[in-house]
């Protein structure tokens, strides 16, 4: 929790899109395999101006998301998950909400080519290492030296006593967070060190926040993404009493 992450989600609620204008210094902007389009990320160091003396009308050729690492602050709707998986299919755009559930699939313990990938820095697809260059013929760096990125990238199954979503990705940096340790301690650890890793999770309550897309390719029709996963404190254990309203992004 920091304190510039509250205060860019203040800053941004007033702001009206397409006619608000942002002056950011210091941001991040990388390609969103997700959202298909070029996102600016700020942190504590962007400095961010609104309507910085600019004409009233200004020609919008570009217009950008703003991501906030704590994005998972603004998620407070509270789901089972068989809730989260009809609300999700009801619901033709991303579905945000936070699950109590068991961790009940989470391989660490199989071979480290299956927990860590090298995905193209550009688009997320997945490069193996003797390609130097990105498959993805949608790449916005296609025919460029692949500048790819190494990290954790697992398939978590989680269960409550609604249901089990299955396969939803958990990648770094949540990964990271989520184990507390990072992809260099990952593979310096013994079989016996992973196999204590995945049943530090495995069948304890978590608390899933958890990003629900549309996805023909999936049998379930919909594919989880973890956005942020620690183990539940028991005082705050909720069974998805209050489901509420569903975010869009
Ligand atoms: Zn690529």
Redesign the pocket.
Known sequence: THSWDREAIQLMQPLIPRETVLFIADAKISFDSFRSGMVATVNSKSIITVNPGVPKKVPFKYTCMLLFWSAVESITDVYTVSQLMQKARENPEALFGITYSFISKLDLDSSASKVIKTR??????L?TEDLNS???QL????GQI?SATTGFDLLVDFTDHTGTLHACSLRSPVAEKALGCTVKEFISLTDGERTAMKWKFLLERCKIYVKIIPSPKMKSGIRGMVLDCSLADPGEVNLGSKHLQICTS
């Open positions: 193209c820095s550009k688009c997320k697809f490069v990105c498959t993805n790449c916005p760096g296609k692949v």
